[in-house]
């Protein structure tokens, strides 16, 4: 049986907090890989500034570059509409078989309390081992209240940092070095995104 984090998002840009969540989980839960799955179009977000596929694609691809546990999965940037993560997570099931894997499913503090609002929340708990972290800024919704017994928290140290304070820093014209990959920033530079 192959264990594997799973780590959705919608990565515009992926910055170095997405990095460390997910090298700290691997190794506190003894995974041996985590895919990132960045998200088409997000069921909660509003999409309509939402940084191109493919940008966000190869700013990951350029974010994990040389690290052999960390590998993307492109199957939601694939997929024609909204990205559900149930969908995605039967996917990955009937894709990978052959591996009879044991997914991982990593969500942050914010994704808890809005479980509530997502696609069959409790079949992704069943389908999956949903491991949640937290985030500063947020503590557990009332709401999420009947999910907790079903999630494993786990502590990881944290950094106050979000993809909307990176696009912020970035139009502002201020540093950020130190808080994405200096090859995700080359990119963006040459690119001209967040503008
Ligand atoms: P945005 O600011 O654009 O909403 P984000 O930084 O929240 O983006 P996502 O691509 O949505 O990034 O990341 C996926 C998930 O990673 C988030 O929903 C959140 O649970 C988690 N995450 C991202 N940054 C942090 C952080 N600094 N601390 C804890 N969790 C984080």
Do not use: C
């Given at each position: ?5 799973l780590f959705g998002g919608?990565f515009?840009?992926i910055?170095?907090g997405h990095?460390?969540i997910?090298?700290y989980?691997?190794?506190?839960l ?8 960045p998200?088409r ?10 940084t191109?596929a493919e ?11 040389g690290?052999?546990?960390?590998r993307?999965d ?5 997929r ?8 995605t ?18 969500i942050?503090?914010d994704?808890?309390n809005?479980l509530?609002q997502?696609k069959?929340?409790?079949q ?5 081992k ?7 800024g947020?503590?557990?919704?009332e709401k999420a209240?009947?999910f ?9 140290p944290?950094l ?9 820093r970035i ?9 994405i990959?200096?090859?995700?920033f ?9 503008r």
């Amino acid at each position: 049986m192959k264990k594997i984090g799973l780590f959705g998002g919608t990565f515009d840009p992926i910055h170095n907090g997405h990095l460390i969540i997910a090298e700290y989980l691997r190794v506190e839960l003894d995974l041996e890989e985590i895919w990132f799955i960045p998200a088409r179009i997000h069921p909660l977000k509003n999409n309509t500034d939402i940084t191109s596929a493919e940008d966000r694609l190869n700013m990951l691809k350029l974010a994990i570059d040389g690290d052999q546990h960390f590998r993307i999965d492109d199957l939601e940037l694939r997929r024609e509409g909204i990205s559900y993560t149930i969908d995605t997570i039967d996917a990955l099931h009937e894709n990978y078989r052959h591996l009879s894997p044991e997914f991982y499913f990593f969500i942050g503090m914010d994704n808890v309390n809005e479980l509530h609002q997502w696609k069959e929340p409790k079949q992704i708990l069943t389908k999956s081992k949903v491991v949640a972290f937290g985030r500063p800024g947020f503590t557990p919704h009332e709401k999420a209240k009947e999910f907790l017994p079903y999630i494993r928290f786990v502590h990881v140290p944290l950094l106050e940092i979000s993809s909307t304070f990176v696009r912020k820093r970035i139009r502002e014209g201020l540093s950020v070095r130190y808080i994405i990959a200096d090859s995700v920033f080359k990119y963006i530079q040459e690119k001209q995104l967040y503008r």
